[in-house]
């Protein structure tokens, strides 16, 4: 059964780092590519970034250019996104996404207040 864990979300004051995890089970994420989405209340889930199989085509959304790092470790069967200079529009509850599978994971809330 494939199943995408997702973790690391907190609160966080502005100028704030977290680093997201995404477990996934059931399958090998190696040579898919995988994603990591937003959603804020109220607005629709929007692609934050995006790395290939390989690890080798990697694109952000500009929102989050410069700030935001995505990542994988094949070995471990994980994906990252570490999350620099955090603002408060950065809130929102973040997701994990393989394409090939249509596979979601549960979410993980990332919250950015003073």
């Known amino acids: 059964q494939v199943q995408l864990v997702e973790s690391g979300g907190a609160l966080v004051q502005p100028g704030g780092s977290l680093r997201l995890s995404c477990a996934a089970s059931?399958?090998?994420?190696?040579?898919?590519?995988m994603r990591w989405y937003r959603q804020a209340p109220g607005k629709e889930r929007e692609l934050v970034a995006h790395?290939?199989?390989?690890?080798?085509?990697?694109k952000y959304a500009d929102s989050v250019k410069g700030r935001f790092t995505i990542s994988r470790d094949n070995a471990k069967n994980t994906l990252y996104l570490q999350m620099n200079s955090l603002k408060p529009e950065d809130t929102a509850a973040y997701y994990c996404?393989?394409?090939?599978?249509?596979?979601w994971g549960q979410g993980t809330q990332v919250t950015v207040s003073s």
């Open positions: 996404y393989v394409p090939a599978r249509n596979s």
């Open positions: 790395i290939s199989g390989l690890g080798d085509n990697i």
């Open positions: 059931g399958f090998t994420i190696r040579n898919y590519g």
